[in-house]
T-cell receptor, first 114, second 110 residues
Framework: DAGVTQSPTHLIKTRGQQVTLRCSPKSGHDTVSWYQQALGQGPQFIFQ?????ERQRGNFPDRFSGHQFPNYSSELNVNALLLGDSALYLCASNLLWGSGNTIYFGEGSWLTVV | AQRVTQPEKLLSVFKGAPVELKCNYSYSGSPELFWYVQYSRQRLQLLLRHISRESIKGFTADLNKGETSFHLKKPFAQEEDSAMYYCALSGQGGSEKLVFGKGTKLTVNP
């Protein structure tokens, strides 16, 4: 089991551009969450998807949007990139209902906005 | 407001010494508390959660609701414990969003 996988691992974008990050959850998981981790900070919750719907959302602007596909994989889209969007973006997955409900994280996608 | 505070950004101890990483939280209700660890060049992984009451790699953490704390402890630190440690909380059930502290970088010196 490869666990949570994310792509790309690194990317550089210019201010104003748009970016799409991808995530495949751990096998058997149905829920995907996205976190932003700025340098020197803990991860901050962006949103969570379950059954292809946004289930919870953190305090992020509408420029941040997501999608979950029928195979449970997910995308994070960020429009009109700002320099402050430079961060590590983490995907996490878990089984929403069930014993344990341990949340597993991917290795992240490093986004640099120049 | 939901908040997790880790007052120490850096913590340095010698091998064999006891170590305690502090975590305080604020939450309306009964949260679930977690410790996550990130070793160098590895992904964030769960170290322990308060409801399981397990001891992982010699680490324990006790939830003190009166002091709203969840400090992580190990009686004898090892060099391989050097890592970034994050305290986090969520709502009941553990599937809700995680709120993280800013993390403590632990260095265990030989």
């Amino acid at each position: 089991d490869a666990g949570v996988t994310q792509s790309p691992t690194h990317l550089i974008k210019t201010r104003g551009q748009q970016v799409t990050l991808r995530c495949s959850p751990k096998s058997g998981h149905d829920t995907v969450s996205w976190y932003q981790q700025a340098l020197g900070q803990g991860p901050q919750f962006i949103f969570q998807y379950y059954e292809e719907e946004e289930r919870q959302r953190g305090n992020f602007p509408d420029r941040f949007s997501g999608h979950q596909f029928p195979n449970y994989s997910s995308e994070l889209n960020v429009n009109a990139l700002l320099l402050g969007d430079s961060a590590l973006y983490l995907c996490a997955s878990n089984l929403l209902w069930g014993s344990g409900n341990t949340i597993y994280f991917g290795e992240g996608s490093w986004l640099t906005v120049v | 407001a939901q908040r997790v505070t880790q007052p120490e950004k850096l913590l340095s101890v010698f091998k064999g010494a006891p170590v305690e990483l502090k975590c305080n939280y604020s939450y309306s209700g009964s949260p679930e508390l977690f410790w996550y660890v990130q070793y160098s060049r590895q992904r964030l992984q769960l170290l322990l959660r308060h409801i399981s009451r397990e001891s992982i790699k010699g680490f324990t953490a006790d939830l003190n609701k009166g002091e709203t704390s969840f400090h992580l402890k190990k009686p004898f630190a090892q060099e391989e414990d050097s890592a970034m440690y994050y305290c986090a909380l969520s709502g009941q059930g553990g599937s809700e969003k995680l709120v993280f502290g800013k993390g403590t970088k632990l260095t265990v010196n030989p």
